[in-house]
């Protein structure tokens, strides 16, 4: 891990301690997750598990058009759903051409969005929660630094929701 990781990570933490509710915690990290891969656009969706669906908590620099065109993501579907159904990153790199992407295609066009990675965040429980994504205007495939990276991201979303849910605090798509 290099030293501008180190203090990303740091800004973070910060961010959790100092937030004050779940929403502004994770909406820093979501940021700071997409600044540190390059990326001008995150999300993070969280899973609603009676309906096997992953749904916007909190996103940075994506237009409500591409939002609304990815709708509500059943597990298995697109780039974070697939993350969460296989555990594991996922990558799209070009949502143009990508099959298993189609269901959002008409999105990816009309917002520009072409590129997007998936990693889960699995909470202390080994339970996953929802997934955490960064966004690309061109074609883009992530590295393995990239991903290693968003992981830890999705680690300190997981400690968040684990903070602020201790107190308490709704949690709820919105």
């Known amino acids: 891990m290099g030293c501008s990781d180190i203090k990303f990570f740091e800004a973070g933490l910060d961010s959790i301690k100092n937030a004050g509710n779940i929403r502004m915690a994770v909406g820093s990290l979501v940021q700071l997750a997409a600044e540190s891969a390059n990326s001008k656009a995150a999300s993070f969706y969280l899973l609603d598990e009676a309906e096997q669906a992953l749904k916007p908590f909190m996103t940075f620099g994506l237009s409500q058009e591409y939002i609304d065109g990815c709708g509500v993501v059943p597990v298995g579907a697109q780039c974070c759903g697939r993350a969460v159904q296989h555990r594991k990153p996922w990558v799209v790199s070009d949502m143009l051409s990508d099959p298993l992407f189609a269901s959002a295609r008409q999105a990816s066009l009309e917002s520009g969005i072409r590129a997007a990675f998936s990693v889960p ?31 830890q991201w999705a680690k300190l979303i ?17």
């Open 121 to 151: 965040v699995i909470d202390e429980s080994d339970k996953c929660v929802g997934s955490l994504a960064c966004h690309y205007e061109a074609a883009y495939t992530p590295t393995k630094a990239d991903i290693e990276r968003n992981l």
């Open 158 to 174: 997981a400690h968040a929701m684990s903070v602020y849910n201790s107190s308490s605090e709704a949690l709820t798509a919105s």
